[in-house]
């Protein structure tokens, strides 16, 4: 018998079709011998969430049946299957929303982000975390180190893509870095940056408050592009050198392919990590080919959990503050609605249980 809190039923935010949420009551499920049953505590807005809520699928995944939505999260150990070692009821643990096979040659070479049989949380068929409780594998489950909000905790999701990128990036002391987009992932490259020992990090964004908010976690220079033109902006603040890492974290496509090409430096490393609503992504290649650019595609995040919390913890990165909105569960519609037309200075609206 697996150790357990006691509840029969929970609510959960469903989505039924696009732009229309219900709270619905559900069963509480029990974990398999290799589960973790988490009471959630907090679930970040994300993009992802907001274009199924709006229009029912992302590209080929398309919203069929009624679920609900949300993957970056935390919550409390509520249960634990028979199986299960090294976690305690009531723990407060950060939830990585992969839950992957663990035997193709991707999981197996440490590249779980990469397996094709991936199942992500709140990306049909699968169902999110707008709701009560959930099941995860308990590879999925992270101890939150004491001292950390659940807030903060459920902000790790966002925050290991720029970890992820930066990883591959690898700027080093001194190094120019260039972030294009500065949302929750784009901040989470604009720290990751500072930590590297960047000394001169160039955020570019259209919105004011997004930029201010890059500059306190550690970008040098930025640029709102709806007023300057941004290539010479980058040339002037780097000599005419360009940026030796470039992060396109904006999802922008063919609108920055060239400024992604021409804004690095001979050398650089690009990392593309924002996903464009376009099939095409145009290449000055013959610019990036005399420059020896090296481009990388940055598919979500894998063993990046650990370093993350020790870097909240350590108190190197600040998360809290990227929770600028709070809603309940049965909120949720205002929070996509809110977070879908930037109103209010909106960075990052959080569901709270
Ligand atoms: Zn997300
Ligand atoms: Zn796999």
Redesign the pocket.
């Known amino acids: 018998m697996p150790l357990t809190e006691s509840s029969s039923s929970m609510p959960a935010a469903v989505l039924l079709k696009p732009g229309q949420i219900e709270i619905q009551t559900r069963p509480v499920p029990s974990p398999s011998p290799d589960e973790i049953l988490v009471r959630i505590a907090c679930v ?1 807005v ?4 907001i274009h199924y809520y709006r229009h029912g699928r992302i590209g080929e995944q398309i919203i069929k049946s009624p679920q609900c939505l949300g ?2 999260c935390s919550g409390f150990v509520a249960a634990v299957g028979s199986e299960v070692r090294g976690f305690e009821i009531g723990q407060l643990v950060a939830c990585e ?1 992969s839950r992957v096979c663990g035997w193709c040659t991707q999981c197996r070479t440490g590249h779980y982000n990469l397996c094709p049989n991936v199942k992500f949380l709140g990306t049909p068929p699968v169902e999110g975390v707008f709701q009560e409780y959930y099941l995860f594998h308990f590879s999925q489950c992270f101890p939150v180190p004491d001292g950390i909000s659940p807030a903060a905790a459920a902000m790790i ?2 925050f290991v893509t720029g970890f992820c990128a930066s990883r591959t990036l690898c700027p080093v002391p001194g190094h120019t870095a260039l972030v294009i987009g500065v949302g929750a992932i784009g901040l989470a490259c604009v720290n990751m940056a500072r930590l590297y020992g960047a000394t001169t990090i160039i955020a570019l964004d259209k919105l004011d408050n997004r930029l201010a908010f890059a500059a306190r976690q550690g970008a040098t220079h930025t640029l709102n592009v709806t007023r300057a033109d941004p290539l010479d902006f980058v040339r002037s603040t780097t000599a005419g050198q360009g940026a030796d890492c470039v992060y396109e974290a904006s999802g922008a496509g063919p609108e920055v392919a060239d400024l992604l090409i021409e804004a690095a430096a001979i050398n650089a490393q690009l990392a593309l990590i924002g996903i464009p609503a376009d099939d095409y992504f145009p290449l000055l290649i013959h610019r990036a080919r005399r420059k020896g650019l090296t481009i990388h595609n940055i598919r979500r995040f894998a063993n990046c959990y650990p370093q993350a919390l020790s870097l909240l913890a350590a108190g190197k990165i600040d998360l809290d503050s990227w929770i600028t909105h709070r809603f309940a569960l049965d909120q949720v519609p205002q929070a996509m609605e809110l977070a879908e037309t930037y109103a209010d200075n909106v960075l990052k609206a959080l569901i709270e249980m």
């Open positions: 970040g994300c993009g992802s969430d993957h970056e929303p999701e966002p």
